[in-house]
Each structure stands twice: as C-alpha cells, then as structure tokens.
C-alpha cells in the first residue's frame, strides 16, 4: 500500500495550488482517503475528506470554503484544490486512508495508510 501526494511548493497570500494524491497497492475505491496538515510546532489537523460510499465530503472549519476536495477511481487519485491560500496554511499536507467509519473523520487514529507529504509554503 503506498499514498504519494504531489502538487506542493511555494505561492503567495492570495494563490492557488492543487495537490494530488497517488494510490498503489489496493483496490482504491474501497478506502475513504482524506487530506491532513501539520505545520511546525504543531498538532496533525484534518483538512477536508471525501466519503467513498456516497461521495459525501468534509472540511475543517479553517477551510471556510477555500478548499475542494476531489477523487477520480478511473486515476486511483484524490485531489485537493486550494484557492485563496493564506500564510497560516502553510504546512506540510498529507492524504491518508481509512476503511473505519465509525470514528471522527478528523482524527489522525482513524487512518491505516499516509503518503509522505508535501510541502506547502505560503508567503505574505
């Protein structure tokens, strides 16, 4: 099993960047994949995640509908668009996945399988 996210780097106050999360090794429209953050100093915090049963999705409060979170079965990917980014969105971004629902999406436990992350840099 192996998650790759990409699509990380450097933007300023205001830009967009998508990330893109890569599946290998199992059947990927079985698991329910969502994306974290982890900024220096600090806590791992879910971003967002889409549901695989129903397509349902969920978002941080702090996303405040600057994020879309995407997945494309045909691609074995998940995608997370991000607009108007803002410095304190700065942090190292990972996709994770899960196959148990009756926990908080939100929390780190939930999640079996993490990709290595990507860094995101946003300056002011």
């Known amino acids: 099993v192996q998650l790759v996210e990409s699509g990380g780097g450097l933007v300023q106050a205001g830009g967009s960047l998508r990330l893109s999360c890569a599946h290998s090794?199992?059947?990927?429209?079985?698991?329910?994949i969502g994306w974290f953050r982890q900024a220096p100093g600090k806590a791992r915090e879910g971003v967002a995640r889409?549901?695989?049963?129903?397509?349902?999705?969920h978002y941080a409060d702090f996303v405040e509908g600057r994020f879309t979170i995407s997945r494309e079965n045909a691609k074995m990917a998940l995608y997370l668009q991000m607009n108007s980014l803002k410095p304190e969105d700065t942090a190292v971004y990972y996709c994770?996945?899960?196959?148990?629902?009756?926990?908080?999406?939100?929390?780190?436990?939930?999640?079996?399988?993490w990709g290595q992350g990507t860094q995101v840099t946003v300056s002011s």
């Open positions: 889409i549901e695989r049963r129903d397509g349902s999705t």
């Open positions: 994770a996945s899960t196959r148990r629902y009756d926990r908080p999406w939100d929390q780190v436990g939930t999640y079996d399988y």
């Open positions: 090794g199992f059947i990927f429209d079985s698991w329910t």
